[in-house]
């Protein structure tokens, strides 16, 4: 199969590396037959994303954000349409505030936002920085899976009650460092503070995206992607849970 990627705004977003998250895709892709078509979505592109089976978002300094948001704003129902339609969504930091309602800096300035996720999001006088470790359940049906990566933010980024966080933090800040919730999850559509990059750690998160616009794809359920070895994967996401319990807990 070709799977169809709205990578938006890569460059203006790729902060810690986050375009990984396209390589990682790929590849396990290619391991199974399949194959990515990436297409960067710059200010101004037109582009039809109801034929998209994953849209991608990066991460970005306040700059840079200020830069994309008008036009992220006018792709605002595009976008929602997408994801109401079962297309897959992967926002990373940057990314996943302004998919929010909107940004406050500290200037009192405020990015408007997508609204996709029901959050709104605050600078905040520190950064909340190290590794972390959450505890997700991204499908009701399947059992629940660790996560880990590096969060570096000052946003407090505060969901509305009863919206769905990506997971619970089981050591680092999340969301707000209050909340001991991380990210959030509308249907198909994950936004996170996780950068590393996040999915070469995360193997299981990684097949789970792919799963998701493998089925926006074909219209048909696919139960599970063939196994691969991940070794090396999984030695990694050891090493980042580890350095994450060592923080000893969420911190206040």
């Not at 970005?60 to 929602?80: F, H, K, S, V």
């Not at 999915?199 to 696919?222: F, I, K, M, Y």
């Amino acid at each position: 199969m070709n799977i169809r990627v709205a990578h938006l705004y890569p460059a203006y977003l790729n902060i810690y590396a986050d375009r990984g998250n396209i390589a990682v895709l790929e590849r396990r892709a290619a391991l199974r037959q399949h194959s990515l078509e990436v297409t960067a979505v710059e200010p101004g592109l037109v582009i039809d994303f109801d034929a998209v089976d994953l849209v991608y978002v990066g991460g970005g300094q306040d700059r840079e954000q200020a830069m994309i948001a008008p036009d992220l704003a006018t792709r605002a129902d595009a976008i929602a349409s997408a994801v109401e339609n079962g297309a897959a969504l992967l926002a990373v930091c940057g990314g996943y505030q302004l998919l929010g309602r909107g940004y406050r800096g500290r200037d009192g300035t405020f990015l408007a936002g997508t609204g996709l996720f029901p959050h709104v999001t605050d600078a905040g006088e520190t950064r909340m920085i190290g590794d972390i470790l959450l505890e997700c359940a991204l499908e009701p049906d399947r059992p629940s899976i660790s996560v880990v990566g590096f969060e570096n933010h000052a946003g407090r980024t505060r969901l509305d009650p009863g919206a769905t966080p990506l997971g619970r933090v089981v050591s680092g800040y999340g969301n707000d460092g209050e909340s001991g919730m991380e990210g959030c999850l509308v249907r198909r559509a994950i936004g996170t503070y996780l950068h590393g990059p996040l999915l070469p750690r995360n193997p299981q998160l990684a097949d789970t995206v792919l799963r998701w616009a493998l089925e926006h794809r074909t219209g048909a359920s696919v139960d599970d992607l063939s196994p691969l070895s991940d070794v090396h994967e999984g030695r990694a996401h050891a090493v980042s849970a580890s350095r994450a319990r060592s923080r000893g807990g969420r911190p206040a």
